[in-house]
Nanobody
Framework: QLQLVESGGGVVQSGGSLRLSCAASGFSLEYYGIGWFRQAPGKEREGVSCISNGDDSTYYADSVKGRFAISRDNAKNTVYLQMNKLKPEDTAVYYC???????????????????????WGQGTPVTVSS
């Protein structure tokens, strides 16, 4: 069974850090583009960061550029999202997603086309208090 499981969410004060993990089972993450999306209450799902397979090129939304970093550990079949200098507006449920069908040509496209992506995790909540 193909599955993505996120972990690492929680409650943190403004200015703090969290590291989210996305562990895959049933397939190898290294062969696919992987993205992190988030959805806050009453808002649309937003692409936060994406990483390609192969050359590991990355994309970040303007709202997180310079604060968040996406990375892979292929030996652990896991993708991470390091989140620093967190702000209250980062509060959301964070989802990991895999582009199993390779429907997107670039990481920017991947982060802007959630409807094209097949395999989603269950999400992990992040709350940043002011």
């Amino acid at each position: 069974q193909l599955q993505l499981v996120e972990s690492g969410g929680g409650v943190v004060q403004s200015g703090g850090s969290l590291r989210l993990s996305c562990a895959a089972s049933g397939f190898s993450l290294e062969y696919y583009g992987i993205g992190w999306f988030r959805q806050a209450p009453g808002k649309e799902r937003e692409g936060v960061s994406c990483i390609s397979n192969g050359d590991d090129s990355t994309y970040y939304a303007d709202s997180v550029k310079g604060r968040f970093a996406i990375s892979r550990d292929n030996a652990k079949n896991t993708v991470y999202l390091q989140m620093n200098k967190l702000k209250p507006e980062d509060t959301a449920v964070y989802y990991c997603v895999a582009d199993l069908g390779r429907h997107t040509a670039t990481v920017q496209a991947m982060c802007n086309m959630p409807g094209a992506l097949e395999l989603w995790g269950q999400g992990t909540p992040v709350t940043v208090s002011s």
